[in-house]
């Protein structure tokens, strides 16, 4: 099967930047809806429609195409008192707390910033709200591992169901298969005649 919108795609990619250092090698593959659902980078995805599996590539990111440029705006320097003790570098908050704006994403997303301590200087902290490959050009190697037709939920989520996805929802298939037979074999016993033994 070609890749192609509704298909989803599984692959497994390594990242290295631009000095040729490995910033990701994913040990598990990781799968995404195909068709502009936003679930992996536009780049990515525009050089793998019409491509089957065992199809591999290398792409070259500019900061652009990938996490953004490096914005300093991002950075926040907090009371140290805001946060939890021990607190060390490379921590990671959702939101600050105490913060009116609950740290939500300044272009009008409901979506809390994840913010990461990168420095302590006695009773402050530094965050970073910045994706840490932000502002960095990037090389994907990417290999097909396998295409398939999307299910019907995964269209109406736009995004790819988890294998731990799947399993849930055909429980809940089956709980509710299991639920109309009994209440079938419940109506065909109340239109039967009673027997006498």
């Known amino acids: 099967m070609k890749i192609a ?3 989803v795609v599984t692959l497994r990619f390594t990242v290295f930047d631009a000095q040729n250092n490995l910033l990701e090698d994913s040990d598990i593959p990781i799968s ?3 068709g502009g659902y936003d679930e992996i980078f536009p780049r990515v995805e525009e ?3 019409g491509q089957d599996v065992g199809y591999q590539t290398t792409l070259q990111l500019e900061p652009e195409d990938a996490f953004g440029e490096y914005d300093a705006q991002q950075v926040r320097l907090e009371p140290r008192s805001k946060f939890p003790e021990p607190i060390e570098v490379g921590m990671q908050f959702e939101g600050i707390p105490d913060d009116d704006e609950g740290g939500a994403d300044d272009e009008g997303s ?7 301590v990168t420095d302590l200087t006695g009773d402050q902290v530094v965050l970073d709200a910045n994706h840490p490959y932000a502002g960095m050009a990037l090389r994907f190697e990417v290999k097909v591992l396998d295409v398939r037709a999307a299910e019907p939920e995964e269209i109406a989520l736009e995004r790819a169901l988890s294998d731990t ?3 849930a929802a055909q429980e809940a ?3 509710e298969e299991s639920d109309a037979e009994l ?3 419940i109506a065909a016993r ?3 005649p009673p027997t006498l033994h």
């Open 110 to 116: 409901d979506e809390p910033k994840i913010f990461i």
């Open 32 to 34: 995404y809806l195909h």
């Open 173 to 175: 298939d089956s709980a």
């Open 183 to 185: 209440e079938a074999q």
């Open 165 to 167: 996805d799947q399993d």
């Open 190 to 192: 109340q239109q039967r």
């Open 47 to 49: 050089a793998l429609a």
């Open 5 to 7: 919108k509704n298909t």
